[in-house]
């Protein structure tokens, strides 16, 4: 593992994908498709990362990913906290090789202004649904300490818009669950109640499973989107076109797949098994944040 590799491990307790050697260099020659992504000539394409507008100084590291049947390439990440651990954290894809199916993340631990100023970025998707459990529980015993963490897993697009999102968190105790929530985004471009770009829900489940230490909360969801490759030319022009490969299918389909477990302990771990394939995905990126709350 990579120097860089190994103190963004250190940083989030990442034990997802497999790393590989260190970053590329940024100052390899290709070509600019917005200001926001950049097609390299060695195969990568760059995505200019959100951190850098909000000051936050984050790792980079990279990870191998794994093609499915259809061959399209996806990676997973699996990281942890313990009990006392409070610090919001954004882990975002800045480079992305389909040939080699390889990524380059950058993990930074963010302040609350930080938080916040990253979130006025990120232009909002539309809200979908929003599920969550009736009422909260009632605790066990009332010296128990109550543990929080949510993890929010984005798919943006060559212009920073979030395309589709989804938010995940759930509340507990040393003894017992308190309360669960998940919430669905995905971007409407809509004028006069005219929706010229679209991304819906396709399908989702959802589930809360005991174990012998802790509980989890799971949820999937299948977002699409009919038109995409005609959005991001629209948006990019002839060179986003180019870089699509130039399609003949239009649609993209999103996929969020997240876990978040809580321990008696009050550790937490988190999990996304997320993917994208489709006409124009890889001018897509993906983003990661987590805190020790429950933002619902």
């Not at 200019?48 to 980079?60: I, M, N």
């Not at 009736?134 to 109550?146: E, F, I, P, Q, R």
Request: net charge negative; with cysteine.
């Amino acid at each position: 593992m990579s120097i860089a590799a190994t103190a963004a491990c250190a940083l989030l307790g990442a034990v997802g994908p497999q790393a590989v050697a260190d970053p590329a260099p940024n100052s390899t020659e290709g070509q600019s498709v917005t200001p926001n992504i950049k097609v390299r000539d060695d195969g990568w394409i760059e995505y200019k990362p959100l951190l850098d507008k909000v000051g936050a100084e984050g790792t980079k590291f990279r990870a191998k990913g794994t093609r499915n049947a259809g061959g399209d390439c996806k990676v997973s990440r699996t990281s942890s906290a313990s009990a006392g651990a409070k610090q919001a954290t954004y882990t975002e894809e800045v480079a992305y090789n389909p040939a080699k199916c390889e990524f380059e993340f950058l993990a930074a631990k963010l302040t609350p202004e930080q938080l916040s100023t990253l979130r006025s970025l990120k232009k909002s998707a539309g809200g979908d649904e929003f599920k969550s459990s009736s009422d909260s529980k009632t605790k066990s015993a009332a010296l128990d300490a109550t543990y929080a963490r949510h993890l929010k897993t984005s798919w943006i697009d060559p212009i920073n818009i979030t395309i589709s999102s989804q938010d995940v968190g759930l509340e507990w105790t040393n003894s017992d669950w308190s309360r669960w929530a998940y919430k669905r985004d995905s971007f409407k471009g809509c004028i006069g109640g005219v929706c010229l770009d679209e991304t819906y829900i396709v399908s989702g489940s959802d589930g809360l499973e005991t174990l012998s230490d802790g509980w989890r909360k799971t949820a999937n969801v299948h977002f699409r989107n009919d038109s995409f490759a005609l959005w991001v030319v629209a948006i990019v022009g002839p060179a986003g076109w180019a870089a699509c490969g130039f399609p003949t299918d239009n649609t993209a389909d999103f996929h969020h797949q997240d876990k978040v477990t809580g321990f008696k302990s009050g550790a937490s771990e988190w999990s996304w098994d997320d993917s994208k394939s489709g006409a124009c995905t890889n001018l897509v990126h993906h983003g990661e944040q987590t805190g020790a709350s429950y933002p619902f």
